[in-house]
């Protein structure tokens, strides 16, 4: 049975870091390009950066500008895992992240082809 679980969400200070892990069961994330986004409350969900399944330097798609320069996207494919590094956060990156997997090896604008989805993990930027 394919899983996507995302983990690494908790609640912290403006200016601090977090790293969100998403891993897989029953499939490869190096199969696949594989993208993070994030819901806040009373906002629609929105990608934030997404990973293909290259590893050259073109491998990255960054959908937010505000994340620019803060957030990292990367992988791990001896552990079967996808991080979004996130640093130097601020109140309005606070949401729900969710990790999904695309039907497409490269990642693309149209964010309708990301079809698998993981259950997502409350990020909380407060003081």
């Known amino acids: 049975q394919r899983q996507l679980v995302e983990s690494g969400g908790d609640l912290v200070q403006p200016g601090g870091s977090l790293r969100l892990s998403c891993t897989a069961s029953?499939?490869?994330?190096?199969?696949?390009?594989i993208g993070w986004f994030r819901q806040a409350p009373g906002k629609e969900r929105e990608a934030v950066l997404c990973?293909?399944?290259?590893?050259?330097?073109?491998?990255?798609?960054n959908y937010v500008d505000s994340v620019k320069g803060r957030f990292t996207i990367s992988r791990d494919r001896a552990s079967n895992a996808v991080y979004l590094q996130m640093n130097s956060l601020k109140p309005e990156d606070t949401a729900i992240y969710y990790c999904?997997?695309?039907?497409?090896?490269?990642?693309?604008?149209?964010?309708?082809?990301?079809?698998?989805w993981g259950q997502g993990t409350q990020v909380t930027v407060s003081s």
């Open positions: 999904a997997a695309s039907r497409y090896i490269y990642c693309t604008h149209d964010t309708s082809y990301f079809s698998f």
């Open positions: 029953g499939f490869r994330l190096d199969s696949t390009a």
């Open positions: 990973i293909d399944t290259s590893s050259s330097s073109s491998s990255i798609m």
